[in-house]
């Protein structure tokens, strides 16, 4: 059976949290099968490793190891996907992405529908509460993680 | 003054020649700024570290550290950047990027450039004999790299 979209989001929501009190970017997210099996889970790591390239999707697809076929999969995260993590979801064929927010911030997700990926966008008041307060807290570290220049 | 694309394009060349003797993917990248100022480079490390969010492209990007504004970085890469890194680029507004070919796979970049990015195509031949070799050799592995499922 296909499971509830809003149970695959507490696993996103624990690691953005996680992520929230290593000191980093509040953003989680989490590869699972069509039937809910976790495959990966993982969050931001701009500020813990230093590392650009972690975003808490490419993060989440990193501890799913290699996989022959993302067809079935559903990629769960807290917000919006950028375009850097919309790039994977569509380059990897992953077949569906659940999103916790895109009140904060909108990347690809309409894209990605239009080259077939399922969107179920749930508008999720604690993640968007986690974005708002980070935003407000830290806006020079958010606007540094997606590339952003404040004018 | 601005560098010679093709001067660029011999680091990303060496970062593949490099993965393919460690057994990986060859496809290599490096990051620099506009006056030619490398900031970072590396390869596909799919193989070598079991990792497949390690494209050449976000190897680079990462050992480039930390930046504030992309704006002014040249992106040069072996292969034409599959959908994924054209996220990269796009997110984080990398100004221009190097393509050694793409006629052994062609991903962005014709989307990078209706987005504003300058791209130059290089077309040389070192990269698309490394790439068809590869291919012909090791089919399995590089369709896993772009999340492709022969039929």
Redesign the interface.
């Known amino acids: 059976m296909a499971p509830d979209p809003t149970d695959l989001l507490e696993i996103a929501l624990a690691e953005a949290r996680t992520g929230l009190d290593e000191g980093g970017i509040p953003i989680g997210a989490a590869l699972f099968t069509a039937d809910g099996t976790l495959l990966g889970r993982g969050h931001n790591r701009?500020v813990q490793d230093?590392?650009?390239?972690?975003h808490a999707e490419?993060?989440a697809?990193?501890a799913?190891?290699?996989?022959?076929?993302?067809?079935s999969t559903v990629m769960v995260t807290t917000l919006s996907p950028?375009?850097?993590?919309?790039?994977?979801v569509?380059?990897?064929?992953i077949g569906a992405v659940v999103i916790g927010e895109a009140r904060t911030f909108s990347?690809?997700h309409d894209w990605l529908a239009e080259h077939g990926v399922t969107i179920t966008l749930l508008d999720d008041e604690r993640c968007a509460a986690l974005m708002t307060d980070f935003i407000a807290a830290r806006p020079e570290l958010w606007y540094?993680d997606?590339?952003g220049?404040p004018a």
């Open positions: 701009r230093d590392d650009p390239s972690m490419t993060a697809f990193r799913a190891g290699r996989q022959r076929d993302y067809r950028c375009w850097y993590c919309s790039g994977l569509r380059q990897f064929g990347g690809g540094e997606i590339g220049v």
